[in-house]
């Protein structure tokens, strides 16, 4: 063979070694990736089994759910009917609770329960009324309402607390309640506006009751008030302070008196009524309380009290406590 053929030969050998190399990475190549693609795919299956699994699950739980709750609700039908028979109230009310229970799948027993709110004794009412607003949910508003008419006040006071827990947002109906001869029902109407986001003028409408209302009713309203004091304004809350000052309810005459020394009330008004309850008051530990605040807002040189001495040393006192006032005009506001 030629010299020259013998040379294009070895070249040609040499030359298709690297690509001989090559191939084998090419290949290995290819099995990594044909690895990736078949986990990546087994990884996606197996989520989808999982997915489906999953939804088989919770299919099977719901049906188990429904069939329970149907058990159920013949047993409760039942058991109503019985507790129909004798007339119990108390065994009635019982029942109707046990039907809440179900939410929305005591659904069949809607007409069956609305005559209950008619019932003559007022927990058999109360009961038919949770229970029906349970199952009514978004639509119990006029069932809630027309309870607001019930003669019993359990009954009232139970629709005000069932209109708040619903987060029904009108408050015209609820305002009329402030009137209201109950004093709990009183409370659940201030509550129920309290939940209701309400706007300036039933704020207004809430301070203006104060005088009308029992403690817990005053102490709540009071609460509103200084919440809201930046959209009543300053002189809103001012006079209701002072006008819890004389509340016939002692926790909620300290509690005003509290309030005023949290939020540095140093109007001239809630003074001068402080110091009346230092020379009036009937409640020793009401005078010790607002003697204490008074020490904080007149610091050095305040005239002497005792909470504990009998009506003339008060009277006496106040007398100084009153001229410290008039020659300290400048600490405290209009």
Same mark, same amino acid.
């Given at each position: 063979m030629p010299s020259f053929v013998r040379s294009a030969a070895l070249f040609t050998f040499l030359a298709l070694i690297p690509a001989c190399g090559?191939?084998?990475?090419?290949?290995?190549? +290819?099995?990594?990736?044909?690895?990736?693609?078949?986990t990546t795919l087994a990884a996606e299956g197996t989520a989808k089994d999982e997915a489906a699994m999953k939804q088989r699950q919770?299919?099977?739980?719901?049906?188990?759910? +429904?069939?329970?709750?149907?058990?159920?609700?013949?047993?409760?039908? &039942?058991?109503?009917?019985e507790a129909q028979k004798t007339g119990d109230g108390f065994d009635i009310a019982e029942v109707i609770a046990k039907i809440a229970e179900l939410g929305d799948m005591?659904?069949?027993?809607?007409?069956?329960?609305?005559p209950f709110l008619k019932h003559e004794d007022e927990d058999v009412r109360i009961s038919a009324l949770k229970t029906l607003v349970a199952i009514r949910q978004?639509?119990?508003?006029?069932?809630? +309402?027309?309870?607001?008419?019930?003669e019993n006040d359990a009954v009232r006071a139970a629709a005000l607390r069932l209109w708040r827990k619903a987060e029904i947002k009108e408050t015209a109906p609820v305002l009329a309640m402030l009137d209201d001869y109950d004093s709990n029902v009183q409370y659940e109407a201030v509550a129920a506006l309290q939940a209701a986001d309400p706007d300036v003028v039933v704020l207004?409408? &809430?301070? +203006?009751?104060?005088?009308?209302?029992?403690?817990?009713?005053?102490?709540?309203?009071l609460t509103i008030g200084i919440e809201n004091k930046d959209r009543l304004g300053a002189a809103v809350v001012d006079a209701l302070v002072i006008e819890l000052l004389d509340h016939q309810d002692r926790r909620t005459r300290i509690d005003a008196m509290d309030q005023a020394h949290a939020n540095k009330m140093l109007r001239k008004g809630v003074a001068e009524k402080m110091i009346s309850i230092l020379r009036n008051d009937p409640e020793e530990d009401v005078r010790k309380r607002a003697h204490e605040i008074m020490l904080i807002w007149a610091g050095a040189g305040a005239p002497a009290y005792d909470p504990t001495a009998d009506e003339a040393s008060r009277r006496e006192a106040a007398e100084a406590w009153r001229a410290w006032l008039a020659a300290n005009a400048s600490k405290f506001g209009g």
């Amino acid at each position: 063979m030629p010299s020259f053929v013998r040379s294009a030969a070895l070249f040609t050998f040499l030359a298709l070694i690297p690509a001989c190399g090559r191939g084998d990475e090419v290949v290995e190549e +290819q099995k990594v990736h044909t690895k990736q693609e078949s986990t990546t795919l087994a990884a996606e299956g197996t989520a989808k089994d999982e997915a489906a699994m999953k939804q088989r699950q919770a299919d099977t739980e719901e049906k188990l759910r +429904q069939n329970a709750a149907k058990k159920k609700l013949s047993v409760l039908r &039942i058991q109503l009917e019985e507790a129909q028979k004798t007339g119990d109230g108390f065994d009635i009310a019982e029942v109707i609770a046990k039907i809440a229970e179900l939410g929305d799948m005591a659904a069949p027993f809607e007409p069956q329960l609305e005559p209950f709110l008619k019932h003559e004794d007022e927990d058999v009412r109360i009961s038919a009324l949770k229970t029906l607003v349970a199952i009514r949910q978004g639509k119990a508003r006029p069932t809630l +309402q027309a309870a607001f008419e019930d003669e019993n006040d359990a009954v009232r006071a139970a629709a005000l607390r069932l209109w708040r827990k619903a987060e029904i947002k009108e408050t015209a109906p609820v305002l009329a309640m402030l009137d209201d001869y109950d004093s709990n029902v009183q409370y659940e109407a201030v509550a129920a506006l309290q939940a209701a986001d309400p706007d300036v003028v039933v704020l207004e409408k &809430i301070t +203006q009751k104060v005088n009308d209302f029992q403690g817990p009713t005053a102490r709540l309203a009071l609460t509103i008030g200084i919440e809201n004091k930046d959209r009543l304004g300053a002189a809103v809350v001012d006079a209701l302070v002072i006008e819890l000052l004389d509340h016939q309810d002692r926790r909620t005459r300290i509690d005003a008196m509290d309030q005023a020394h949290a939020n540095k009330m140093l109007r001239k008004g809630v003074a001068e009524k402080m110091i009346s309850i230092l020379r009036n008051d009937p409640e020793e530990d009401v005078r010790k309380r607002a003697h204490e605040i008074m020490l904080i807002w007149a610091g050095a040189g305040a005239p002497a009290y005792d909470p504990t001495a009998d009506e003339a040393s008060r009277r006496e006192a106040a007398e100084a406590w009153r001229a410290w006032l008039a020659a300290n005009a400048s600490k405290f506001g209009g």
